[in-house]
């Protein structure tokens, strides 16, 4: 069975940084998409950042542009998410997901229906 487990939320002040993780277990992940959204209070499940399977392109939403950086280990198939700069606008909780890319090398997803698998979720939680 496919999991995927987040860890490193917390609570954080504003301008601080925070490291999210994500350990996946139960399939191979070395060709699928690493996405992490974001949700927050009486909003929809965002987009937040990517990284695609082959060449490990990081693409990003407006958001988090210029803070955030993502990272993949295929061997250990896990993924890092560091944040840095943290607004309060960015308190949420924030879940990994995984999109099967069956060997497409431009797949970029940003929906959430187009991913396949999710994490629980971690909180995160910007202080101003």
């Known amino acids: 069975q496919v999991q995927l487990v987040e860890s490193g939320g917390g609570v954080v002040q504003a301008g601080g940084s925070l490291r999210l993780s994500c350990a996946a277990s139960?399939?191979?992940?070395?060709?699928?998409?690493m996405g992490w959204f974001r949700q927050a209070p009486g909003k929809e499940r965002e987009f937040v950042i990517g990284?695609?399977?082959?060449?490990?392109?990081?693409y990003y939403a407006d958001s988090a542009k210029g803070r955030f950086i993502l990272a993949r280990d295929n061997a250990k198939n896990t993924v890092s998410l560091q944040m840095n700069s943290l607004k309060p606008e960015g308190t949420a909780v924030y879940f990994c997901?995984?999109?099967?890319?069956?060997?497409?090398?431009?797949?970029?997803?940003?929906?959430?229906?187009?991913?396949?698998?999710w994490g629980q979720g971690t909180q995160v939680t910007v202080s101003s």
């Open positions: 997901a995984a999109a099967s890319a069956y060997g497409r090398v431009r797949y970029r997803p940003v929906q959430s229906r187009e991913y396949d698998y």
């Open positions: 139960g399939g191979t992940f070395s060709n699928a998409v």
């Open positions: 990284i695609t399977w082959n060449d490990g392109f990081t």
